[in-house]
């Protein structure tokens, strides 16, 4: 069964950095083909990508956020992290990672993880 | 970068009714666009895969079609259960994963 689920912080300080985790199991990242992402959704507006890193370990961001993020894994926790720095209000989100079993699409989701801007 | 346009922004519809979303593309993308559902409070679901494969388990009313820039995702008789938000997403540029604005779908 694949699961994948979100942790860090509900809650971060303006200027601040995000570190969040993906937790994955049931696959194997380095399996052809495979692909996790982070995706946000700020409260009541669209998706939005972020960054996704595939399974020869190659990395992609987002051309408007990519000065500010940093995706890496660990294979060996089977963990995924994403940083992302001098958050701002604006930044405030459900953070979900998903899994892309051929990258064509995102097959399977986290729960998401909601983060606030906030001093 | 390459852009995704969905139309309409909401749609209201019947119980019954056949319902299409539209989404169009900056640029040419081929077949290699994405359609997902979302309900209030749930991570997207994917539905449909290089622009008209069916993700296994998705009811058979839900079809895609289209290549290039124009793409739509058809709903062939409306249920209550499809009431939900739809996004679609390309990954032509393979740098990028761009998805619309989404189309709110409700019952009339």
């Known amino acids: 069964q694949v699961t994948l689920t979100e942790s860090g912080p509900a809650l971060v300080k303006p200027r601040q950095t995000l570190t969040l985790t993906c937790t994955l199991s049931g696959f194997s990242l380095s399996t052809y083909g495979m692909c996790v992402s982070w995706v946000r959704q700020p409260p009541g507006k669209a998706l939005e990508w972020l960054a996704l890193v595939d399974w020869r370990n190659y990395k992609y961001y987002s051309t408007s956020l990519k000065t500010r993020l940093t995706i890496s894994r660990d294979a060996s926790k089977d963990q995924m992290v994403l940083t992302m720095t001098n958050m701002d209000p604006v930044d405030t989100a459900t953070y979900y990672c998903?899994?892309?079993?051929?990258?064509?699409?995102?097959?399977?989701w986290g729960q998401g993880a909601l983060v606030t801007v906030s001093s | 970068d390459i852009q995704m346009t969905q139309s309409p922004s909401t749609l209201s519809a019947s119980v019954g009714d056949r319902v299409n979303i539209a989404c169009r593309a900056s640029q040419s993308i081929g077949r290699w666009l994405a359609w997902y559902q979302q309900k209030p409070g749930k991570a997207p679901k994917l539905l449909i895969y290089t622009a008209s494969n069916l993700e296994s388990g998705v009811p058979s009313r839900f079809s895609g079609s289209g290549s290039g820039t124009e793409f739509t995702l058809t709903i062939s008789s409306l249920q209550p259960d499809d009431i939900a938000t739809y996004y679609c997403q390309q990954y032509n540029s393979y740098s990028q994963w761009t998805f619309g604005q989404g189309t709110k779908v409700e019952i009339k």
């Open positions: 998903a899994l892309g079993t051929s990258c064509l699409g995102f097959d399977y």
